[in-house]
């Protein structure tokens, strides 16, 4: 890995790495192959409960254990209501279904998150849904000294509307995240460490066993099947 940038190689060594943890830890990543492309992305389901844009509460995270999620919707009883959207009234209390995936990005050379959330119902979040749903604390620091931003994109392998942290800041936050990890003596996995600084934001915690599970091996040495 050559400074701050990370190449598609290493992105797909680095993916390799989490998703033999995930599988030891049991924590839900998958790696979803995009039909007649040699390309890819990491994936996850959770289900949150958050408040809507309320300064004292924390969100509470859980695993999803039955809902799967797929390119075209929600499987089970959501039907046409995957189009619908949900708005959610402040102070009011939602367990939403939130789906994650990890791409790379040519353009910055980094690691680009993607995100759609749900009711249970099926219906979608609104921009500012997802913004009244972020932790105060994270909410203030995008607003006033932002790593990044959350915006709706289309997805670049799927072609549906998902929101995204844009990575346009990436290199400058991670740098010196990198210079640390790297005094120490031990191995650094580039996707994992700017998981653990940009998940929180959007409710996807890195849990700390990841970095007890850690091989003593180069993240670049394999990539994923």
């Known amino acids: 890995m050559s400074g701050c940038a990370l190449n598609e190689k290493e992105f797909f060594s680095c993916c390799q790495l989490l998703l ?58 959501g039907g046409d209501e995957d189009d619908a959207v949900c708005v959610l009234s402040e102070g009011s209390s939602h367990v939403l279904q939130y789906e994650y995936h990890i791409l790379y990005s040519c353009s910055y050379s980094a690691p680009v998150l993607y995100f759609r959330a749900f009711t249970l119902e099926g219906r979608s979040l609104m921009l500012e849904d997802v913004w009244s749903s972020v932790h105060p604390n994270f909410r203030h620091c995008l607003q006033n000294s932002p790593l990044t931003a959350i915006t709706q994109q289309e997805h670049p392998l799927l072609g549906q509307p998902f929101f995204m942290l844009h990575p346009c800041r990436t290199e400058e936050f991670m740098r010196p995240v990198l210079q640390e990890a790297q005094e120490q003596p031990r191995p650094v996995n580039y996707v994992l460490l700017w998981l653990s600084v940009v998940g929180p934001v959007v409710g996807l915690d890195v849990p700390l066993k990841y970095c007890t599970q850690l091989h003593p091996s180069s993240p670049s040495s394999s990539e994923p099947d």
Do not use: M, N
């Not at 998958?30 to 039909?35: C, F, K, R």
């Not at 040699?38 to 959770?46: D, I, M, S």
């Not at 300064?55 to 254990?65: K, L, Y």
């Open 20 to 77: 033999q943890q995930s599988e030891h830890l049991r924590d839900g990543w998958s790696w979803e192959a995009v039909q007649g492309s040699e390309e890819g992305y990491l994936r996850k389901t959770v289900l949150r409960s958050v408040v809507a844009d309320c300064c004292d509460q924390q969100e509470r995270t859980q695993p999803v254990v039955a809902t799967r999620f797929h390119s075209d919707g929600i499987t089970g009883d």
